[in-house]
């Protein structure tokens, strides 16, 4: 009776494995698609705001006294 439960509970685990997999690849294919059909968007879009903080002076160090 255990071996019988372990198996179903592996056909599970197998079944949810292969459903995340197959979600995972169509989240994959559409990025690639969304980037080969227009690729400046996505560059924008994906790095959108990465650098839009100023540090106040990059020269100096950062320190614990800084921060009190």
């Known amino acids: 009776m255990l071996r ?3 198996k179903l509970l592996y056909a599970l685990l197998a079944l949810v ?7 995972e690849l169509k989240e994959q294919q559409r990025a690639a698609d969304d980037l ?3 690729s400046v968007d996505w ?10 903080d100023k540090a106040d002076d990059p020269d100096k ?5 800084d921060k009190l």
């Open 43 to 52: 560059y924008n879009s994906h790095f959108d705001g990465v650098r839009d």
């Open 17 to 23: 494995q292969g459903w995340q997999l197959r979600r």
């Open 4 to 6: 019988i439960a372990i």
């Open 36 to 38: 080969a059909d227009n």
């Open 61 to 65: 160090a950062d320190t614990d006294s």
